[in-house]
C-alpha cells in the first residue's frame, strides 16, 4: 500500500544492492560510487551496522557470495533498533564511563544544527484493527491532497491535521505516516516524527522514505549514528540526492564517536588486563609467603643448629638446651662443625630426635656414638 517506488536501477547499484533492474556498471555515475563507498566506509568502522534488522536483506546477499559476517558481541555496536531508544530524552553524546586518562573522558563533536528535543504529548496514531472500505480509502486519499497542497504552502500546522484525518481513515498505510513525519522533521519536532516513522517501518520495513526522515530527525537530535544508520539505509532503498548529502553530513561525526569508543576501549581492555597480572603476581608473592611459613612450621625447621628434630630429642632431653652457656662452647667446637657436614651422622641424628629410642640402632657405629657423647658431654647429660 505504500506509494514509494523502490529500487530503481542506478539507486539500488549506488546504494549496494542487487537488483534485477540493474543490468551494468555503466548505469553507476560518480556521485553515486561516492556515496556507496560512504556507506561501506561505515561498515567498516562499525561492522554491527550489518545486524540492525532493518539490513536483514543486506546481510543475507553477502553472506549468499561467501561473504563472513563478524558477531556483533566484537564490534562496537549501534542499537539493536534506533527505533527502540528513548527518543524523548535530551540527547547527548555516548561517552564511556570516565577513562583513567583525562583525554579519554571527553569527545569533541560538532553539534551545529542540533535542537532541543521536542516533548510534547504523542500525536493520534490510526486504528489498525478498523476495516477500511473503498469509500474510507478515498477519503484518505482525499485528505492527503489537502496535506499536500497545505504544505506546498507552507501552511505545517494544516497540513498535519490533514494527513492526521488520513491516517484515522486508512491507518494501515505507511505513506500517511512518512509523510506526517516529513512535516514534523520541517516543524523541528524530531521525537513527533521518529514515531511516526517507526509506525510506518512497522507497516513496510522496505520503503526508503520512512528511514530517510527518521534518519534527518536523528540528525536533529545529535544521534549521530543512528541518523548514520537510518539514512544510509534510505539510500540503498531508493537513492535520492537530499539524503545522501544528509548522510556525508553526518558520517564523519558517527564515525569519530566509534573511534572514541574503540579507543577508550582498548584502554579499558589494556588497564583489565594489566590488573590481572598484578593479581597473579601479588597472589604468587601470597603463596611462596605462605609456603616459607608452612616449612619454618614443620618438625626440625626450628631446633638445633636448624637441624630437623631440635636437641631436645636427644637422650635425656637435654632440657634447657636454648640459652645455655654450654651452647656457645658446642657451636664453637671444630670437631662439632665438621660431624655436622656428615650426611651419616646427620641422617642418624634426624632419626634420634624423632624417636630417641632409635638410638640403639647406631650403638655400634663409633661416628654417631662419639657425635651424641660430646653432645651430651657439652649440656652434662649421658648417653
Known amino acids: ?228 544508520v537510518d539514512l544510509a539505509t534510505a539510500c540503498k532503498l531508493d537513492y535520492d540526492d537530499d539524503t545522501s548529502f544528509t548522510l556525508k553530513e553526518v558520517q564523519p561525526r558517527a564515525q569519530k564517536i566509534i573511534e572514541h569508543r574503540r579507543k577508550y576501549e582498548r584502554k579499558r581492555e589494556e588497564k583489565a588486563i594489566q590488573e590481572r597480572i598484578e593479581r597473579a603476581k601479588k597472589a604468587k608473592e601470597e603463596h611462596e609467603k605462605a609456603r616459607k611459613e608452612e616449612e619454618g612450621r614443620r618438625p626440625g625447621a626450628a631446633g638445633f643448629g636448624g637441624f630437623p628434630g631440635g636437641a631436645g630429642g636427644f637422650p635425656g632431653g637435654m632440657p634447657g638446651m636454648a640459652g645455655m652457656p654450654g651452647l656457645n662452647d658446642l657451636l664453637g667446637d671444630p670437631e662439632v662443625l665438621a660431624a655436622m657436614q656428615d650426611p651419616e651422622i646427620m641422617t642418624a641424628f634426624q632419626d634420634v630426635a624423632q624417636n630417641p629410642a632409635n638410638i640403639s640402632k647406631y650403638q655400634n657405629n663409633p661416628k654417631v656414638m662419639n657425635f651424641v657423647g660430646k653432645l651430651s658431654s657439652k649440656f652434662g647429660a649421658k648417653p
Open 1 to 228: 500500500g505504500d506509494n514509494f517506488q523502490k529500487f530503481p536501477a542506478g539507486a539500488a547499484g549506488a546504494a549496494g544492492v542487487p537488483s534485477s533492474s540493474v543490468s551494468s556498471s555503466n548505469n553507476m555515475d560518480s556521485q553515486k560510487l561516492r556515496d556507496l563507498g560512504a556507506f561501506v566506509q561505515l561498515c567498516k568502522g562499525n561492522p554491527a551496522v550489518l545486524h540492525m534488522p532493518d539490513l536483514r536483506f543486506f546481510r543475507d546477499w553477502l553472506e549468499s557470495m561467501g561473504a563472513t559476517i563478524p558477531p556483533p558481541a566484537e564490534h562496537p555496536t549501534f542499537p539493536e533498533s534506533p527505533k527502540k531508544a528513548n527518543t524523548e530524552e535530551k540527547t547527548e553524546v555516548p561517552i564511556p564511563e570516565p577513562a583513567v586518562e583525562s583525554e579519554e573522558s571527553e569527545l569533541e563533536i560538532d553539534n551545529e544544527g542540533v535542537i532541543e528535543p521536542d516533548t510534547e504529548e504523542p500525536q493520534e496514531m490510526g486504528d489498525e484493527s478498523l476495516e477500511v472500505s473503498e469509500e474510507s480509502m478515498d477519503q484518505a486519499d482525499e485528505k492527503k491532497m489537502e496535506a499536500m497542497n497545505a504544505l506546498s504552502e507552507g501552511n505545517f500546522e494544516v497540513a498535519v491535521e490533514h494527513f492526521t484525518e488520513a491516517i484515522k481513515l486508512n491507518p494501515r498505510l505507511a505513506v500517511l505516516y512518512a509523510k506526517r513525519a516529513s512535516v514534523y522533521v520541517k516543524m523541528q519536532k524530531p521525537n513527533a516524527a521518529i514515531r511516526d516513522c517507526d509506525k510506518a517501518i512497522s507497516i513496510n520495513p522496505d520503503s526508503a522514505q520512512p528511514y530517510k526522515w527518521r534518519g534527518k530527525a536523528h540528525r536533529l537530535l545529535g544521534h549521530w549514528e543512528e541518523a548514520a
